[in-house]
């Protein structure tokens, strides 16, 4: 499981012209779920996400979690972290997850992120969208649960 993961001040989600979710100070995370993913990722993943120390504390030092923020989390679906671009010109996307498994991975990670305390927005599964972000810093890292 791979997740892009940008510190914001807003970022929200629109199809077709219509806003479906969006949240203020928080973390948007593109989430790409990868064949073999489990249980186990999942678990890392949700308590990582809740638990990263990237908000910055009153020194100026990243120190605070998005617990500690009171921050919000918007969750976006996003297969093309799975591809694999080493060879050619064009992505492969043989790591990828099927999207029905996917998906299921997808919904579960929310649960457990809600779990932790974090209140979460999330895109369409699937869909088409347009998301719009204000990178706070800009602060964004990579994270992978292998």
Request: hydrophobic share 45%.
């Amino acid at each position: 499981m791979k997740a892009l993961i940008q510190r914001v001040s807003r970022a929200k989600v629109t199809i077709k012209a219509k806003e479906i979710s969006s949240i203020k100070r928080g973390m948007l995370v593109f989430l790409g779920v990868e064949r073999g993913d489990a249980e186990k990722d999942i678990h890392f993943m949700a308590k990582k996400l809740a638990n990263l120390r990237i908000f910055e504390d009153e020194a100026g030092k990243m120190n605070l979690s998005i617990k500690e923020i009171k921050g919000e989390m918007l969750v976006v679906s996003q297969f093309t972290l799975a591809a694999d671009l080493r060879r050619g010109n064009r992505p492969s996307f043989d790591a990828a997850e099927s999207p029905e498994r996917a998906e299921k991975i997808y919904e579960e990670l929310i649960r457990e992120v809600i779990k932790e305390g974090i209140p979460v927005k999330e895109g369409v599964f699937g869909a088409m969208m347009e998301i719009e972000l204000v990178n706070d810093g800009p602060v964004t890292f990579m994270l992978e649960s292998r």
